[in-house]
């Protein structure tokens, strides 16, 4: 599954200082404005102790992470649902995604300029969220006399318009889409109109090393994940040794990015499933609330059209008794069908026919 998350925010926050240490990818973090032009983009994998565990277990050939992809957007400035910052450019890029991890500056560096010429989360985040706003309602107003006019052809797509209409209303107010109370179909109504306000939204505190840790007040209901992009940025250079040996003189249990790109993981609603043999132990990305087939179809869509059945052992019992030999004679191997909804963690052998 290639599902992306944009980093965005306003420039000089720590966007392309953040993707560098998420994909060790160096790209220009520029002390200016509009240093990332084009998108960079980078597949990074989820931290996942269980896949360790699995390896370790069954000593496969190459072990395969589950992946996210994160793209580093160029930073948006006041003005730029009306094209002001080469905004256009970077509201299609954050269209393109399926989701939004917002990078807020908390740190405090006089050497950095911020565009606004003072550091305050909060009005940064209205910042933001005037401007993806701001675009939802351009793309309604263009939007809003063709449905009109369908409507008039076919009264199936009046639903659709009342539901543009609210919407319109909804973001006039100042609110984002995604908080619009609707039901799945009238959501689904308007998902081709790709309003940027309606993708799920992560808020990353990019703070102080003296602040790693301490607590911190929600943005919008949500909770930031607090990272120092600088630190994570040199930790991300270093080789494991060093690395653990780092953690420990800091009092940290792992980089600070592990934890968002799990949180990014399930923001977009995934969980991981296993696979582990001699040739591989592998991590494979599927929605929660996926059935059996459609969990298949991930690692090969003959896997879905053909299947028979799920041989499923839970993560827990694989880990507790080490082989799948164990578990079988345990009578902790199962026999799924196709109404079977996949757990995270599951360690499944698809069986199938084509």
Not at 39 to 50: E, F, M
Not at 149 to 159: F, G, M, P, T, W
Not at 257 to 286: D, H, K, P
Not at 331 to 349: P, S
């Amino acid at each position: 599954m290639s599902l992306s998350i944009g980093i965005v925010g306003l420039p000089n926050v720590g966007k392309s200082t953040l993707f560098t240490a998420l994909t060790r990818k160096q790209v220009d973090a520029a002390n200016y404005p509009f240093a990332t032009i084009e998108p960079n983009v980078g597949l990074v994998p989820v931290p996942d102790g269980r896949l360790d565990r699995l390896a370790e277990l069954v000593h496969p050939q190459r072990i395969v992470p589950a992946t996210v992809e994160f793209v580093d957007i160029a930073g948006l400035v006041k003005g730029a649902s009306e094209g002001e910052g080469l905004g256009n450019q970077f509201l299609a890029n954050i269209r393109e995604t399926d989701a939004i991890a917002e990078v807020v500056r908390y740190f405090r560096d006089p050497n950095v300029i911020h565009v606004d010429g003072r550091v305050d989360p909060a009005s940064d985040v209205e910042t933001i969220k005037t401007e993806l706003v701001l675009a939802d309602l351009g793309t309604l107003e263009r939007a809003l006399p063709r449905l009109e006019k369908e409507a008039k052809r076919d009264a199936a797509l009046a639903r659709k318009l009342d539901v543009a209409r609210r919407m319109e209303a909804w973001l006039g107010q100042g609110h984002r889409a995604r908080t619009m109370e609707m039901t799945d179909e009238e959501r689904a109504s308007i998902r081709d109109l790709h309003l940027l306000t309606m993708k799920p939204m992560l808020y990353v505190a990019n703070v102080d090393e003296s602040e790693i840790g301490a607590p911190l007040s929600p943005i919008d209901g949500i909770a930031p994940v607090p990272i120092c992009a600088k630190i994570e940025a040199e930790m991300a250079e270093l080789d494991p040794a060093d690395l653990a040996e780092f953690l420990e003189m800091e009092g940290l249990a792992e980089p600070g990015l592990n934890a968002l790109i799990r949180q990014a993981y399930q923001l977009l609603g995934l969980q991981s499933f296993f696979t582990a043999g001699v040739q591989e132990v592998r991590a494979w990305t599927v929605r929660v609330g996926a059935k059996a087939p459609e969990a298949a179809g991930v690692i090969h869509s003959d896997f879905e059209r053909g299947f028979i059945k799920a041989e499923v052992i839970s993560y827990a019992d694989y880990d507790a008794l080490e082989t799948e030999a164990a578990a079988k004679a345990a009578g902790k191997l199962r026999i799924e069908g196709k109404e079977y909804i996949m757990a995270d963690g599951d360690v499944v052998h698809f069986r199938f026919n084509v």
